[in-house]
């Protein structure tokens, strides 16, 4: 899971993240943690609420500075340079950033100045996201208004206005259901498909099939890093010969990995 930390981040990936640590007084959220995104993947970031995933996106997005480690966000170091990487990627927060007394219209043009659209290009970008957020008709409509599956749709659309490399999305499906769920991660595959990077936090283990590659969080750590088939296969052996039927999911090999940390940390404290 954790490489040496003395190896350098690579400067290939979309993401490259070395030793990343946060502590707030003397907890730990975020400890040591190492991993590479690919960039044009799409990479889930799993684990329980209280994990330590929306500290390690807050460190990624350069508005919490780590402790110690460092991660590079599209080649910069983020830490040291946050204004040359935040034009450049998007930003979905898991309560919609949205302003609700706006209507969608609004609500993209606000954030076309944000990141300083010229009257051109904001007109391409709101084209396009209007037909990939299946909005189109909906423009004039109060954001307070709509369900939160469409808030959810619009939100993706004020983060993805400037036409970013990267995208970051924290709980994106919470609070809305299954079909909106399905629906949602239709739109980050079109995306994904355009090249952009994609990294999701979730708590929910069915998401994580949709995902190239997976990074399990717990208690601030990493306990499992790889493509879901592999991260199952290492269950494979031992669920047989528990005699459970099937294919172990990814739920049951988070499970697994969750009661073994917690089987160490017990003889840790008692020996």
């Known amino acids: 899971m954790n490489a040496d930390h003395a190896t350098e981040p690579n ?12 502590r707030f007084g003397s ?34 997005t350069g508005t919490s500075a780590p402790n110690a480690g460092q991660a590079r966000v599209l080649g910069e170091d983020v830490a040291l340079h946050p204004e040359r990487v935040r034009p450049r990627f998007g930003y979905m927060s898991q309560k919609f950033a949205l302003f609700e007394d706006m209507t969608v219209a609004e609500n993209l043009r606000f954030y076309a100045g944000v990141y300083n659209l010229a009257p051109e290009r904001f007109a391409e970008q709101r084209a396009y996201v209007l037909e990939m957020a299946d909005l189109k008709g909906r423009e004039n409509e109060l954001t307070a208004n709509l369900s939160v599956g469409w808030r959810q749709r619009l939100a993706l659309g004020t983060a993805t206005i400037h036409d970013p490399e990267l995208l970051f999305l924290d709980e994106p499906t919470g609070g809305v259901d299954p079909v909106a769920r399905r629906q949602f991660w239709d739109l980050l595959y079109e995306l994904a498909g355009r090249g952009v990077t994609l990294f999701v936090t979730t708590h929910y ?11 399990f969080i717990y208690n601030g750590r ?6 879901p088939a592999d991260i199952r296969h290492g269950l ?6 528990a005699g459970h039927p099937g294919e172990p999911t990814l739920e049951d090999v988070f499970v697994d990995l969750v009661e073994r940390e917690g089987s160490v940390s017990r003889r840790g404290t008692t020996g």
């Open 27 to 60: 907890f730990t959220a975020v400890d040591g943690v190492d991993f590479d995104v690919a960039r044009g993947t799409i990479f889930g970031f799993l684990g329980p609420n209280g994990s330590g995933k929306t500290t390690t996106v807050r460190m990624l």
């Open 205 to 215: 283990m069915d998401e994580a099939s949709h995902c190239n590659q997976l990074a």
């Open 236 to 241: 494979r052996d031992e669920w047989a010969a």
């Open 11 to 22: 400067p290939e990936a979309a993401i490259s993240v070395r030793g990343l640590t946060k």
């Open 222 to 227: 990493l306990i499992a890093e790889g493509a």
